[in-house]
């Protein structure tokens, strides 16, 4: 029986304009931006097919930089410029205009859109500048202070730029206040090749006259303890913290003055912040108060030069993404307990009323609390996870740390004045940010819940860069994670400038050392490049091309992902299995797959891979080698590890990868198929025993081997080992182990224990693809969803499921509901100038009509009107429709539903 409940409408955006989300490299109305061949993006409305586009880059005088004329093609996408060469340090409005399929043309785009340069190449004006303090770690964050006087008789000041960089993290204001609401700045890169710089439109905060801009300069990713974790204490880069600054000041009549860090700038190390590490937390004294800094002993700062390349941020940036409001505070002694109810990345904020001067409140950070109430800690290793606040006294001050960030749901607060109420403390979200493209909910609330997890998970573990944990003594890049949850994070979020940045560090390291490593960023070379780690370097380039139509980055990878399998296939040898494999089928249950079987299966996975890759950017004898290399690698696969028309290893991640990376004679492929239902089912009782590389190919293998019934009742499995186990003890992110917690045994162990660990949130990709049916398809004239797939799996295990994803070409819904006479009602929308392969669910096709919408972009059932397309389709099992909202109604043993491969 269908449950009733409220369709999430609210989430698939319908608009008026006809283009809406203009965007330059990936962004909107960027700054600073150095690309001189920008890409264009936009998405369309109107339930038509584009048929050409016109788009027009216009100059700060107004007049036409860049004409395209009238160019007939289809893309809304990846829109290169072919325009005259982009000025440094200008502002350049564009807009677009559409002629359709149906004759009729639109008018130019009304959404501000612009982009302006940066440095383009030009040299810095301003000077690196550092302390005299050669040290990183330990080191009490300096205050550099400088000042400029405004050129009143230039007249009005029309715009004003802030151009920043760091080798370590910085936090500038000027005239008091911060240039920015972005945090963590500059971002964490490979520093032994680059670091970022940033560009903010500080134009409010310059006043005519006299200005001050201090910057506090603190170690974060590059000096700090996170940068020795694979050195033995010891710092591995030979530079100290330093420090850039650039302002720009535009006049009404043009004049630009020019304002920069140098030797001019002054110094001190008696500001508030007294310590700060990404690890261990901060220290603040607040009643060091600009007043008393004043009057402390100031220095000249040193000029220095930074000795890697300073580029522009790519890639998102680091914000407050929301706040969390307390759902209890516990008092346990002088120790008051606060849960905000979910696990999560950021830092706390506190506000302090009537609090005497020096009164010093110490807040401790966990994800999880004892059996007493306690707060758990032991999973944090060596990280103190810890902030120090001494205040400053007074009626009323707030406290939020600067330059460090904990995983935490719990806070343990000693030391507070007076009573502790929910509305002196909250929690700061951060997280990269990555706009929200995908939404599912269905009937089971632990679906639901799960999924939510999923998405937490990723947002504690996105911030900058994609890292395995956020809260121990790690919080590293790990490739692993980072390529089997791709898939998953770009349905949730739109990310694709997010991994390019990434993927630029993971370039350059295979660059230098003829594969990829197993975490980047990373500050030394890591040797063998472990299977499924260092394969990221060609499955997430791949995924970011298919599901955003990003050749460039293919295009830019290509030669390092050749270097990169080159070196696998010399380390295997003559033989041709695989060795580079250090961590196996990672944190498997009691059933470990061989180190060469993985490693083989992979190389030949990524051989197949390269030469799709290859075809797709036209390099005809590339492909045809890496299949070559692939068929070779297949043949000695099965040589070594079939024996007697049997595989020689017995696991649910044997069987899954060699049917995944089709490694099998076709006649074994029905008994592997069979075995793997098998041990899924009878040996292991409806439960899972992979790990990291298994877990995510159980759901999708399935399905594609005819299993949906099976992936589904796997699913929803409640019991350890599964997904819904950690659920139902409580989690409200991805944990590292199915049992990393539980209700009858209490805390794993604590060396490898972390409670937000986001990689076996990768199912959610299956929730996207099987439950929805929302699949891309992986060829040139497909890309970034332009043509997809919509083949949803039916159930009779769920009474509705419903989602969207906000796709690079517009959003596509997908909602089912299971009616009381076992009928299917689907409604589905296809959005403008995109193409829909509706793959039907075996039964009876009883209904299949195209919806009407209203102006304002709604369905409304009483409005129904359009072509019945029941008698078109006839016993076709698929059917191509163009945009438009549908609805299907079928009769189909939905449980026994076989889903369609991608």
Known sequence: MAAKHDHHHDHYEFKCEDIYKLRVEYKKNPLGMDEPRPRFSYIQVPETQQVARHIQVISPNGKIHWDSGWVDDASSQQIEYEGPALQPFTRYDWRVRLRYDNGTESD?????????????????????????????????????????????????????????????????????????????????????????????????????????????????????????????????????????????????????????????????????????????????????????????????????????????????????????????????????????????????????????????????????????????TDNLRSARALDVYTCKGGPEEHYEPHFTFHGFRYLAISGWPGRLTKAA????????????????????????????????????????????????????????????????ATYHVYAPDFYAKWMKDMNGYAADHGSYPHIMPVNKEMGEAPTGWSDAGLIVPWILYVKYGDKRLLEESFPLMRKHLDTQIRLAGPSLIGTCDCYGDWLNINAPTTHEYIATAYMAGMARLLAKIAAALDKKADAALAESQYSQIRKAFQKRFIANGKLTESTQCAYLMALHFDLLPQTMVPAVVDKLVKDIRDTHHLHLSTGFLGTPLLLPVLTRFGHADLAYDLLRQTTYPSWLYPVTQGATTMWERWNSYTHKDGFGDVSMNSFNHYAYGAVAEWFYEAILGIQPIDNPKSLAFKHFRLSPIFTDKLDFAEGAFLSPNGSIVSQWDRQANGEFIWNFMVPGNTTAEIVFPAGKLTEFKKLALDEDGKGHENKLHGIDLLASVGKAKSWQVGPGMYSITLQTKAANVKGKAK
């Open 425 to 488: 403390v909250e929690a700061v979200v951060l997280s990269s940010d990555l706009e929200r493209s995908g939404w599912f909910h269905c009937s089971d609330p632990m679906l639901n819940a799960l999924y939510e997890c999923t998405g937490w998970g990723m947002r504690s573990n996105f911030v900058d860069v994609p890292t395995d944990c956020p809260q121990r003594d790690e919080r590293m890049g790990w490739t692993c994670d980072t390529q089997v949850f791709c898939n998953t």
């Open 108 to 376: 130019w785009s009304t959404e501000t859109a612009f982009f302006e340069t940066g440095f383009m190449d030009k040299p810095w004006s301003a000077k690196w500048i550092r302390s005299r303090n050669e040290s990183g770690f330990g080191l009490i964050p300096p205050v550099f202070s400088g000042h400029f006087e405004t050129l009143k008789s230039k007249g009005k000041i029309v715009a004003a730029r802030y151009y920043g960089s760091a080798l370590g993290l910085y936090e500038a204001t000027l005239n008091g206040t911060q240039v920015t609401d972005v945090t963590l700045l500059p971002g964490w890169t490979d520093y032994t090749k680059r670091v970022q710089y940033q560009a903010f439109d500080i134009t409010p905060l310059v006043r005519n006259g006299h200005n001050d801009l201090q910057i506090t300069l603190a170690s974060g990713w590059h000096s700090g303890r996170i940068a020795m974790h694979w050195f033995d204490n010891i710092m591995p880069y030979r530079t100290p913290p330093m420090v850039i600054a650039e302002l720009h000041i535009v006049y009404a009549d043009g004049t630009r003055q020019i304002f920069g860090t140098d030797k001019s700038f002054q110094l001190t190390e008696y500001g508030p912040v007294r310590f700060s590490d990404i690890y261990d937390g901060e220290v603040v004294e607040a009643w060091r108060t600009p007043e008393l800094l004043k009057k402390e002993p100031w220095l000249p700062a040193q000029e220095t030069t930074c000795p890697i390349k300073v580029e522009w941020n790519a890639g998102p940036l680091t914000r407050r993404i929301s706040t969390l409001k307390p759902k209890s505070i516990v008092r346990r002694g002088s120790t008051w307990i606060v849960d905000f109810g979910q696990n999560f990345t950021g830092r706390e904020r506190l506000h302090i009323k009537a609090a005497v001067n020096g009164a010093t409140i110490v807040i401790h950070h966990g994800e999880m609390l004892n059996q007493d109430g306690s707060l758990y």
